[in-house]
């Protein structure tokens, strides 16, 4: 008894190209840079998340306190360090895509994370006008769910691109 077997073409493997090779150490600062830019903005943003959360469960003239607050302390200094944050993330993230084996938009979960990143500097940008309107009285408080539905929205979206980064799933963009 007798086998045939034949012969597959095997297709070359992958070639994981960086476009533009950095020294390691570079590479691993823009690393750390951009994990602690991520860090920073999900704490930003957990702590307005939080914000919201006690000015929608006060009443009358407590919530105007806590939105008061949320807009003198918050809008201003720490929701403008998360768009720096947000913004550092997406320039950080490009530099290592570009730098690395990942690519830009090689892999899905790159490119997913890049949309995200887009998203929730969009949504932070949002965030800023309706709550300097609730705290001016310019809009009344019952619109709040509009920006307790923006900051939790930004959270998630910012947890799931760090699930993305530990998990990697999806595989390659096909070409």
């Known amino acids: ?15 994981n190209r960086v476009r533009w090779p950095i020294p390691a150490r570079l590479r691993k600062t823009i690393l750390v840079t951009h ?3 991520a860090g920073a903005w999900i704490g930003v943003d957990v702590a307005a998340t939080v914000l919201v959360a006690i000015g929608w469960a006060r009443s009358g003239d407590d919530r105007t306190v ?8 918050s809008v201003v200094p720490l929701l403008l360090a998360a768009l720096v944050a947000g913004v550092v993330c997406l320039v950080t ?15 899905r979960w ?43 929205s930004a959270l998630v979206f910012l947890s799931f691109a760090m699930v993305l980064s530990v998990f990697k799933p999806w595989g390659r963009v096909r070409r």
Do not use: H
Request: hydrophobic letters at 60%.
């Open 1 to 15: 008894m007798s086998t045939l077997t034949t012969a597959r073409t095997a297709s070359p493997a992958p070639v």
């Open 35 to 37: 994990v602690v830019a």
């Open 66 to 73: 806590v939105y008061q607050a949320l807009a003198d302390f």
């Open 93 to 107: 993230g490009v530099l290592l895509g570009i730098a690395t084996k990942w690519g830009i938009v090689r892999y």
């Open 110 to 152: 790159v490119a997913v994370k890049l949309v995200l990143n887009v998203v929730a500097c969009a949504l932070l940008l949002a965030f800023l006008g309706p709550i300097r309107e609730l705290s001016s009285g310019e809009q009344p408080l019952q619109d709040m769910w509009f920006v307790a539905f923006l900051a939790i």
